[in-house]
């Protein structure tokens, strides 16, 4: 989980940004370029996966500088550093609204106005369920269904719009539809952060 980073740092001398991403992140839309943010700012930016105040390291954008190249092989040895007890690996070592978020936030449904990638689609944890049951409460979270009607036909890549994409238009619903998700989501980390901070003031 530390070395990818390392590697990283290493593929940046070949061109001037990058975009790091976990293996069980997915484009939905291909509608939307990476380039959009891309904010020149800043060397390096990450994504907020807000349902645990997590700083999340499976994905973000770096630029080809001294600065960031330093912190990634940094980032990379804080695995001998790690403490002995939960830590999230690279995750907990770095302690929204980005490029991706989590497929099962939603219930595996997305808006194309809105989203540009998700994460989380691992094989072992997809399920197959008809339409109008809610993945997550039946089996837990983190469980999926496949925003792709078929698999991918590479040779599709790069025609405009949706047009060689085949979706599965059971999953795409109003952009305010996903937008009470996330805050329903939001809203209950935030309780829960308040409550956190209150039992720690009370070991101060």
């Known amino acids: 989980m530390f ?4 590697i990283v740092s290493q593929l940046l001398e070949e061109t001037e940004w990058l975009l790091f991403l976990d293996a069980d992140i ?34 973000y954008i770096v630029r080809n500088t001294q600065w960031s190249k330093t912190f990634l092989k940094e980032l990379a040895d804080f695995e001998t550093k ?4 939960f830590h ?10 980005g490029w991706v978020r989590d497929i099962w936030l939603t219930d595996s449904k997305w808006n194309p106005e809105r989203d540009f990638m998700l994460h989380g689609l691992k094989d072992s944890n997809e399920v197959q369920m008809k339409r109008g049951f809610i993945v997550n409460t039946i089996f837990g979270n983190f469980n999926w269904r496949s925003p792709f009607a078929n698999e991918l036909n590479l ?4 025609n405009p719009g949706l047009s060689g994409w085949e979706m ?6 109003s952009r305010k539809e996903i937008e009470q998700y996330l805050k329903e989501q939001f809203d209950e980390v935030e309780r829960k952060r308040w409550e956190s901070l209150s039992d720690v003031a009370g070991y101060i």
Do not use: K, M, Q
Not at 3 to 6: N, Y
Not at 28 to 49: G, K, M, S
Not at 82 to 85: D, E, G, R, T, Y
Not at 88 to 97: E, F, K, V
């Open 155 to 158: 040779d599709n890549c790069g």
């Open 168 to 173: 599965n238009e059971n999953l795409i619903v």
């Open 3 to 6: 070395r990818r980073h390392c």
């Open 82 to 85: 790690l403490p002995n007890s």
């Open 88 to 97: 999230g690996t690279d995750n907990g070592a770095l302690h929204g609204t």
């Open 26 to 59: 997915a484009v939905c839309n291909p509608n939307v370029l990476i380039e959009e943010y891309i904010n020149p700012l800043y060397d390096l930016t990450f994504y907020d996966r807000f349902v645990n105040w997590e700083v999340a390291a499976g994905s």
